[in-house]
């Protein structure tokens, strides 16, 4: 019998944002990600395999940090500087190298490319 918990994924994150329309534009014309739905109140934002969920309210976004992995970081670096958005170069922490920034709502973001060869630090 398989357990009923192999391998869970996460399916989405559900934030809440002061003004969706900034936090729209911001992950989809900043950061150049998809925005898969948007639908009355809230907006989808599509990751491979999950989702950010954009809704209107009191963010929380204090503690939280989000990593996101991309293909390319030193790439993504350029774009963010496109949009005046100011960060230091990429770290290299062995296991990645990533960036790291706050969203319009406070939303600490962790943006990294994973390399294929070394393991991810365990928790």
Same mark, same amino acid.
């Given at each position: 019998?398989?357990?009923? =918990?192999? !391998?869970?994924?996460?399916?989405?994150?559900?934030?809440? @944002?002061? *003004?969706?329309?900034?936090?729209?534009?911001? =992950?989809? !014309?900043?950061?150049?990600?998809?925005?898969?739905?948007? @639908?009355? *109140?809230?907006?989808?934002?599509?990751?491979?395999?999950?989702?950010?969920?954009?809704?209107?309210?009191?963010?929380?976004?204090?503690?939280?940090?989000?990593a996101i992995a991309v293909p390319d970081v030193d790439a993504l670096q350029q774009r963010l500087s496109a949009h005046q958005i100011n960060l230091s170069a990429p770290v290299d922490a062995g296991w990645a190298r990533y960036l790291e920034l706050?969203?319009?709502?406070?939303?600490?973001?962790?943006?990294?490319?994973?390399?294929?060869?070394?393991?991810?630090?365990?928790?």
């Amino acid at each position: 019998m398989t357990p009923p =918990y192999q !391998d869970p994924r996460l399916q989405f994150l559900w934030l809440l @944002v002061q *003004n969706l329309r900034s936090s729209v534009d911001f =992950y989809r !014309d900043v950061l150049g990600f998809p925005v898969q739905d948007e @639908v009355g *109140n809230f907006a989808v934002v599509h990751l491979a395999n999950s989702q950010l969920y954009l809704a209107p309210g009191q963010p929380a976004g204090e503690g939280l940090q989000i990593a996101i992995a991309v293909p390319d970081v030193d790439a993504l670096q350029q774009r963010l500087s496109a949009h005046q958005i100011n960060l230091s170069a990429p770290v290299d922490a062995g296991w990645a190298r990533y960036l790291e920034l706050n969203d319009p709502d406070g939303y600490h973001l962790i943006l990294l490319q994973p390399h294929t060869d070394t393991p991810s630090p365990n928790p």
